[in-house]
T-cell receptor, first 115, second 114 residues
Framework: GAGVSQSPSNKVTEKGKDVELRCDPI?????LYWYRQSLGQGLEFLIY????????KSGLPSDRFSAERTGGSVSTLTIQRTQQEDSAVYLC?????????????FGPGTRLTVL | AQSVTQLDSQVPVFEEAPVELRCNYS??????LFWYVQYPNQGLQLLLK??????LVESINGFEAEFNKSQTSFHLRKPSVHISDTAEYFC????????????FGSGTQLTVLP
Protein backbone atom coordinates (compact mmCIF):
# COMPACT_ATOMS: atom_id res chain seq x y z
CA GLY A 1 0.00 0.00 0.00
CA ALA A 2 0.95 3.64 -0.23
CA GLY A 3 3.39 4.97 2.31
CA VAL A 4 3.79 8.42 3.78
CA SER A 5 4.28 11.00 1.06
CA GLN A 6 5.74 14.47 1.35
CA SER A 7 5.92 17.41 -1.01
CA PRO A 8 7.91 19.08 -2.31
CA SER A 9 10.93 16.81 -2.18
CA ASN A 10 13.22 19.81 -2.40
CA LYS A 11 12.60 23.46 -1.62
CA VAL A 12 15.03 26.32 -2.04
CA THR A 13 13.97 29.66 -0.65
CA GLU A 14 15.41 33.02 0.25
CA LYS A 15 15.92 34.14 3.80
CA GLY A 16 12.82 35.86 5.12
CA LYS A 17 10.34 34.04 2.88
CA ASP A 18 7.57 31.76 4.20
CA VAL A 19 7.43 28.08 3.18
CA GLU A 20 4.82 25.34 3.44
CA LEU A 21 5.67 21.67 3.58
CA ARG A 22 3.02 19.01 3.05
CA CYS A 23 2.60 15.52 4.44
CA ASP A 24 0.10 12.82 3.43
CA PRO A 25 0.07 10.07 6.07
CA ILE A 26 -0.79 6.44 5.55
CA UNK A 27 -4.53 5.95 5.29
CA UNK A 28 -6.03 4.91 8.63
CA UNK A 29 -3.18 6.30 10.72
CA UNK A 30 -4.48 8.66 13.37
CA UNK A 31 -1.10 9.86 14.63
CA LEU A 32 1.15 12.18 12.63
CA TYR A 33 4.59 13.50 13.56
CA TRP A 34 7.01 16.06 12.18
CA TYR A 35 10.75 15.74 12.76
CA ARG A 36 13.72 17.72 11.51
CA GLN A 37 17.03 16.19 10.46
CA SER A 38 19.99 18.55 10.31
CA LEU A 39 23.75 18.12 10.39
CA GLY A 40 24.28 19.88 13.65
CA GLN A 41 21.24 18.67 15.60
CA GLY A 42 20.52 15.18 14.28
CA LEU A 43 16.88 14.06 14.30
CA GLU A 44 14.63 16.30 16.40
CA PHE A 45 10.96 15.99 17.20
CA LEU A 46 8.88 19.03 16.23
CA ILE A 47 5.16 18.35 16.65
CA TYR A 48 2.68 15.49 17.10
CA UNK A 49 -0.99 15.20 16.15
CA UNK A 50 -3.29 12.51 17.51
CA UNK A 51 -6.80 12.37 16.12
CA UNK A 52 -8.79 15.45 17.09
CA UNK A 53 -6.76 16.17 20.22
CA UNK A 54 -4.74 19.34 20.65
CA UNK A 55 -1.30 18.83 19.09
CA UNK A 56 1.85 18.43 21.14
CA LYS A 57 3.92 21.42 19.99
CA SER A 58 6.70 20.97 22.54
CA GLY A 59 9.42 20.46 19.93
CA LEU A 60 8.78 23.53 17.78
CA PRO A 61 11.96 25.64 17.94
CA SER A 62 10.31 29.05 17.65
CA ASP A 63 7.01 30.77 17.01
CA ARG A 64 7.96 31.01 13.33
CA PHE A 65 7.06 27.33 13.08
CA SER A 66 3.45 26.14 12.99
CA ALA A 67 1.58 23.13 11.73
CA GLU A 68 -1.96 22.10 11.11
CA ARG A 69 -3.72 18.91 10.24
CA THR A 70 -6.95 19.17 8.29
CA GLY A 71 -9.64 16.53 8.58
CA GLY A 72 -7.38 14.25 10.55
CA SER A 73 -5.32 13.48 7.46
CA VAL A 74 -3.05 15.83 5.50
CA SER A 75 -0.71 18.05 7.49
CA THR A 76 1.10 21.25 6.58
CA LEU A 77 4.18 22.54 8.34
CA THR A 78 4.67 26.29 7.86
CA ILE A 79 7.87 28.16 8.53
CA GLN A 80 7.55 31.92 8.48
CA ARG A 81 10.41 34.35 7.83
CA THR A 82 12.83 31.53 7.13
CA GLN A 83 16.38 31.73 8.45
CA GLN A 84 19.48 29.94 7.25
CA GLU A 85 19.49 27.74 10.36
CA ASP A 86 16.12 26.36 9.22
CA SER A 87 17.92 24.51 6.41
CA ALA A 88 17.35 20.81 7.07
CA VAL A 89 15.42 17.77 5.94
CA TYR A 90 11.90 17.83 7.35
CA LEU A 91 10.50 14.36 7.94
CA CYS A 92 6.91 13.38 8.46
CA UNK A 93 5.84 10.10 10.06
CA UNK A 94 2.53 8.46 10.84
CA UNK A 95 1.34 5.59 13.02
CA UNK A 96 -1.89 3.92 14.08
CA UNK A 97 -1.70 5.96 17.27
CA UNK A 98 -3.13 3.20 19.44
CA UNK A 99 -0.13 2.63 21.72
CA UNK A 100 3.18 4.18 22.73
CA UNK A 101 4.88 1.23 21.07
CA UNK A 102 3.35 1.80 17.63
CA UNK A 103 5.79 1.83 14.75
CA UNK A 104 6.20 5.21 13.10
CA UNK A 105 6.45 5.08 9.31
CA PHE A 106 8.49 7.86 7.77
CA GLY A 107 8.12 9.71 4.51
CA PRO A 108 11.06 10.52 2.22
CA GLY A 109 11.38 14.04 3.61
CA THR A 110 11.52 17.56 2.22
CA ARG A 111 14.98 19.04 1.89
CA LEU A 112 14.75 22.76 2.69
CA THR A 113 17.58 25.07 1.74
CA VAL A 114 17.43 28.68 2.89
CA LEU A 115 19.80 30.95 0.99
CA ALA B 1 13.75 13.29 30.12
CA GLN B 2 15.07 10.55 27.94
CA SER B 3 18.21 10.53 25.81
CA VAL B 4 19.98 8.16 23.43
CA THR B 5 23.72 7.88 22.90
CA GLN B 6 25.29 6.25 19.90
CA LEU B 7 28.96 6.24 20.71
CA ASP B 8 30.28 5.52 17.23
CA SER B 9 29.54 8.01 14.48
CA GLN B 10 31.37 5.98 11.82
CA VAL B 11 31.93 2.22 11.65
CA PRO B 12 33.90 0.87 8.69
CA VAL B 13 33.95 -2.92 8.35
CA PHE B 14 34.94 -5.41 5.69
CA GLU B 15 32.34 -7.48 3.91
CA GLU B 16 31.40 -10.72 5.71
CA ALA B 17 32.86 -9.47 9.00
CA PRO B 18 30.70 -9.12 12.11
CA VAL B 19 29.59 -5.73 13.33
CA GLU B 20 28.14 -4.19 16.48
CA LEU B 21 26.58 -0.74 16.59
CA ARG B 22 26.27 0.54 20.12
CA CYS B 23 23.28 2.30 21.65
CA ASN B 24 22.73 3.40 25.24
CA TYR B 25 19.65 5.16 26.53
CA SER B 26 18.53 6.92 29.65
CA UNK B 27 14.97 6.88 30.84
CA UNK B 28 13.31 6.71 34.20
CA UNK B 29 10.39 4.59 33.03
CA UNK B 30 9.78 1.53 30.92
CA UNK B 31 10.96 2.09 27.38
CA UNK B 32 10.31 0.97 23.86
CA LEU B 33 13.45 0.76 21.73
CA PHE B 34 13.85 0.98 17.98
CA TRP B 35 16.53 0.76 15.35
CA TYR B 36 15.88 2.61 12.11
CA VAL B 37 18.02 2.45 8.97
CA GLN B 38 18.47 5.15 6.36
CA TYR B 39 19.95 4.00 3.06
CA PRO B 40 21.57 6.63 0.84
CA ASN B 41 19.01 9.07 -0.53
CA GLN B 42 16.13 7.22 1.10
CA GLY B 43 13.85 7.76 4.09
CA LEU B 44 14.01 6.12 7.50
CA GLN B 45 12.89 2.50 7.67
CA LEU B 46 12.22 0.49 10.80
CA LEU B 47 14.78 -2.29 11.20
CA LEU B 48 13.59 -3.82 14.46
CA LYS B 49 12.03 -2.90 17.78
CA UNK B 50 11.84 -4.06 21.37
CA UNK B 51 8.54 -3.66 23.16
CA UNK B 52 8.49 -6.35 25.86
CA UNK B 53 9.10 -10.04 26.37
CA UNK B 54 12.19 -11.66 24.88
CA UNK B 55 15.16 -9.33 25.15
CA LEU B 56 16.57 -10.49 21.81
CA VAL B 57 14.83 -9.17 18.72
CA GLU B 58 15.66 -9.95 15.12
CA SER B 59 15.11 -8.35 11.74
CA ILE B 60 14.38 -10.12 8.48
CA ASN B 61 17.79 -9.27 7.03
CA GLY B 62 19.97 -10.84 9.71
CA PHE B 63 20.36 -8.01 12.22
CA GLU B 64 19.57 -8.56 15.87
CA ALA B 65 19.54 -6.39 18.97
CA GLU B 66 19.48 -7.26 22.64
CA PHE B 67 17.76 -5.19 25.28
CA ASN B 68 19.88 -5.03 28.42
CA LYS B 69 18.02 -3.22 31.17
CA SER B 70 20.84 -3.26 33.71
CA GLN B 71 23.24 -1.66 31.23
CA THR B 72 20.52 0.46 29.58
CA SER B 73 21.75 -0.70 26.21
CA PHE B 74 20.23 -1.88 22.94
CA HIS B 75 23.20 -2.75 20.75
CA LEU B 76 22.67 -3.83 17.13
CA ARG B 77 24.64 -6.76 15.75
CA LYS B 78 25.05 -8.73 12.57
CA PRO B 79 27.36 -11.75 12.28
CA SER B 80 28.26 -11.16 8.63
CA VAL B 81 27.65 -7.88 6.80
CA HIS B 82 27.08 -7.26 3.09
CA ILE B 83 27.92 -4.30 0.92
CA SER B 84 24.19 -3.55 0.79
CA ASP B 85 24.14 -2.96 4.57
CA THR B 86 25.99 0.32 4.03
CA ALA B 87 23.67 2.92 5.53
CA GLU B 88 23.14 5.16 8.54
CA TYR B 89 21.60 3.48 11.56
CA PHE B 90 19.62 5.34 14.20
CA CYS B 91 18.68 4.08 17.64
CA UNK B 92 15.51 5.59 19.11
CA UNK B 93 13.51 5.37 22.31
CA UNK B 94 10.00 6.23 23.39
CA UNK B 95 8.30 5.87 26.72
CA UNK B 96 5.12 6.88 28.45
CA UNK B 97 6.57 10.22 29.49
CA UNK B 98 7.34 11.28 25.93
CA UNK B 99 3.85 11.62 24.50
CA UNK B 100 4.79 9.07 21.81
CA UNK B 101 7.55 11.09 20.18
CA UNK B 102 10.75 9.25 19.35
CA UNK B 103 14.04 10.46 20.75
CA PHE B 104 16.84 9.56 18.37
CA GLY B 105 20.53 9.02 18.78
CA SER B 106 22.93 10.90 16.56
CA GLY B 107 23.29 7.99 14.17
CA THR B 108 26.06 5.60 13.14
CA GLN B 109 27.27 5.48 9.55
CA LEU B 110 28.06 1.85 8.73
CA THR B 111 30.29 1.48 5.69
CA VAL B 112 30.91 -2.04 4.41
CA LEU B 113 34.12 -2.32 2.45
CA PRO B 114 34.79 -4.93 -0.25
Amino acid sequence: GAGVSQSPSNKVTEKGKDVELRCDPISGHTALYWYRQSLGQGLEFLIYFQGNSAPDKSGLPSDRFSAERTGGSVSTLTIQRTQQEDSAVYLCASSFGLAYSDTQYFGPGTRLTVL
Amino acid sequence: AQSVTQLDSQVPVFEEAPVELRCNYSSSVSVYLFWYVQYPNQGLQLLLKYLSGSTLVESINGFEAEFNKSQTSFHLRKPSVHISDTAEYFCAVSDRSSARQLTFGSGTQLTVLP
